[in-house]
């Protein structure tokens, strides 16, 4: 009887360990966040600093997460100081007012083949809405990358500077609505 006991409590120990979640933090120094806005006569890039974020991971798939990004910390890949000044300002990100961005993710499809699609809430300028974007794993010994391309349409967070979408008559100085984000993610 004590070993049927036993053999049961092991039994049910093994089973909540293969559905236990893990819980990966990122790693904001190997993490990259890089930036493209572009507009009717050209464009600019640029890097942002991911602040702090974590994952939780079970199944080959993201279950939960969230990420803060650090907005005061926008920078123009030509160090133009008066556009990242621009980009700073309340005619964009208003940083002094809204410091942080925040991704919460809510859930993703598997990444069994290496990819996946990931699911949340994206906040920035304190507005909130939906997003969905596809991305790329590759599991590594100390941890786990993550690849995406992520498109941002800006007006949808009150990011109207510029836009054709608001404003008539702008010809060349035209800002396209949506912004792309290049993520290389990096949990452990």
């Known amino acids: 009887m004590k070993h049927i006991i036993t053999l049961s409590v092991l039994m049910v120990l093994a089973v909540l360990n293969i559905y236990a979640q893990n819980k990966y933090t990122a790693d904001t120094q190997q993490t990259k966040l890089q930036w493209l806005g572009e ?5 600019h890039t640029g890097s942002i600093a991911l602040k702090s974020g974590q994952l939780n991971w079970n199944d080959n798939k993201i279950v939960s997460g969230e990420f803060i990004i650090d907005m005061a910390s926008l920078k123009d890949s030509e160090s133009n100081e008066r556009l990242e000044g621009h980009l700073k300002s309340d005619d964009f990100f ?3 007012n809204f ?3 925040k ?3 809510t859930g993703s499809t598997s990444f069994e083949k290496g990819t996946g699609v990931v699911s949340g809430t994206l906040t920035i300028k304190g507005v909130s ?3 969905e974007f596809k991305a790329a794993l ?3 010994d100390d941890g786990l990358w993550f690849f995406a391309n992520i498109i941002v349409d800006r007006t949808k967070y009150n990011i109207r500077y510029g836009s054709g979408s608001f404003i008539d008559n702008l010809g060349d100085k035209t800002i396209f609505d949506e912004f792309k984000l290049k993520v290389s993610l990096f949990v452990k």
């Open 138 to 140: 590759q599991k590594k």
């Open 94 to 96: 208003g940083t002094s």
């Open 99 to 101: 410091p942080e961005a």
């Open 39 to 43: 507009k009717v006569t050209g464009q």
């Open 129 to 131: 809405n939906p997003i």
């Open 103 to 105: 991704l919460i993710i």
